[in-house]
């Protein structure tokens, strides 16, 4: 069998991808060239019934500004009404953004016509940001999925333009690296969580 890529480039790239965290960012701005091509690599995930649920809203430079305001905003209102509100959470969810080069909310849109289980739509949307993380660490960029916050308040969804059977399913925070910053990762061996059933 002829391979058609470099496969030790690409075993490799799967290994060493991993989730880099804002602190860990320098602050220098990502090409959008980069976010344009994690997002092209994201729209070539597998999804049943080409639904292509995923929706993405990037935000950068003035935008993270927005973002802050209005994860801030929302945390704020939702936590007053149920008497949970605590001031430093809310300065978090405002600054948070800040620290990132982009933030790129994830979405998904349920395609009704077609009644595909949202678990499948989830786990299409899962992996078009599998494809993102390793185009990113591809490209020397860093990048984390977060889920908290205001990712499961309805009113963030419906600000977000997303109905009511859509989930938001997190924010992609990305950024560059500090120098030399790329940690080991560990997993314990396949072997342990897989049978061969050969007849």
């Keep these: 069998m002829k391979k058609r890529f470099n496969t030790d480039e690409i075993n490799e790239l799967i290994a060493t991808r991993r989730s880099i965290y804002p602190a860990q960012y320098t602050g220098e701005k990502v090409d959008d060239e980069i976010i344009d091509q994690m997002l092209e690599n994201a729209n070539w995930a597998p999804n049943h019934k080409?639904?292509?649920?995923?929706?993405?809203?990037?935000?950068?430079?003035?935008?993270?500004?927005?973002?802050?305001?209005?994860?801030?905003?929302?945390?704020?209102?939702?936590?007053?009404?149920?008497?949970?509100?605590?001031?430093?959470?809310?300065?978090?969810?405002?600054?948070?953004?800040?620290?990132?080069?982009?933030?790129?909310?994830?979405?998904?849109?349920?395609?009704?016509?077609?009644?595909?289980?949202v678990e499948e739509e989830i786990a299409a949307v899962a992996a078009a940001v599998q494809n993102m993380q390793l185009t990113a660490s591809a490209y020397g960029v860093g990048c984390y999925w977060g889920s908290g916050g205001i990712t499961y308040m309805e009113e963030a969804k419906e600000a977000l333009a997303l109905d009511k059977d859509d989930k938001l399913l997190g924010w992609l925070y990305v950024g560059v690296p500090k120098e030399g910053f790329w940690p080991a990762g560990k997993r314990s061996s396949i072997n342990d969580k897989v049978n061969w059933v050969k007849g």
Excluded at 66 to 92: N, R
Excluded at 95 to 116: F, Q, T
Aim: without cysteine; aromatic residues 8%.
């Design 50 to 117: 080409h639904t292509e649920p995923w929706r993405f809203i990037v935000f950068t430079e003035a935008g993270l500004n927005e973002l802050g305001k209005f994860q801030a905003d929302i945390y704020k209102k939702v936590s007053t009404e149920k008497g949970e509100f605590d001031e430093a959470k809310m300065e978090t969810l405002r600054n948070k953004p800040l620290s990132a080069s982009h933030v790129i909310a994830i979405g998904m849109k349920r395609d009704e016509k077609k009644s595909v289980p």
